[in-house]
T-cell receptor
């Protein structure tokens, strides 16, 4: 079974631009979560989608948004990029989205904001 | 979210057992104890989880104290591939829905050949 895939793997943007990252979960998984990892703050939860609905949201500004499609694929968007948005963005999928589910992480998208 | 405390770093010799401790003195009755690890340049990877009883799988064992205020992840024979940051995470089980993984700083395990 293919794992979680994320595209693109690397991205360079400039301040003020917007960016869209994509995540394809493991086939059959219905829950997709997004995390941001930086050297200073570590791994932080952004949001979770389940059956096309945002179910949980972390403490990030409204510039960070996401959506999930009917095939469970998910995208996250960051508008008006800031230097501090430079990070590794990780996507994780789980089968039915309950706390005892294993979350399977993708390799991440490395975003650099110049 | 309930907090966990882990040592910043640990070192082990290859092929020896490793015991990674985690303190969670404020754990609630519905918190599951999860362990994930992150190898260099990769996303986190599930290792094991448990509620009250000790658990074993092909990767590791999880020993949970009787009062559940601490737990230990046991790697039976460390290999170079086990060098990673190990995260101990508590996840509450709500009446419905999901709770996210809340990562702390974890323990950086170095394995010496």
């Amino acid at each position: 079974k293919a794992g979680v895939t994320q595209t693109p793997r690397y991205l360079i943007k400039t301040r003020g631009q917007q960016v869209t990252l994509s995540c394809s979960p493991i086939s059959g998984h219905r829950s997709v979560s997004w995390y941001q990892q930086t050297p200073g703050q570590g791994l932080q939860f952004l949001f979770e989608y389940f059956s096309e609905t945002q179910r949980n949201k972390g403490n990030f500004p409204g510039r960070f948004s996401g959506r999930q499609f009917s095939n469970s694929r998910s995208e996250m968007n960051v508008s008006t990029l800031e230097l501090g948005d430079s990070a590794l963005y990780l996507c994780a999928s789980s089968l039915v989205g309950v706390p005892t589910d294993t979350q399977y992480f993708g390799p991440g998208t490395r975003l650099t904001v110049l | 979210d309930a907090k966990t405390t882990q040592p910043n770093s640990m070192e082990s010799n290859e092929e020896e057992p490793v015991h990674l401790p985690c303190n969670h003195s404020t754990i609630s009755g519905t918190d599951y104890i999860h362990w994930y690890r992150q190898l260099p340049s990769q996303g986190p990877e599930y290792v094991i989880h448990g509620l009250t009883s000790n658990v074993n799988n092909r990767m590791a064992s999880l020993a949970i104290a009787e009062d559940r205020k601490s737990s230990t992840l046991i790697l039976h024979r460390a290999t170079l591939r086990d060098a990673a940051v190990y995260y101990c995470i508590l996840r509450d089980v709500p009446n419905s829905g999901n709770t996210p993984l809340v990562f702390g700083k974890g323990t950086r395990l170095s394995v010496i050949a």
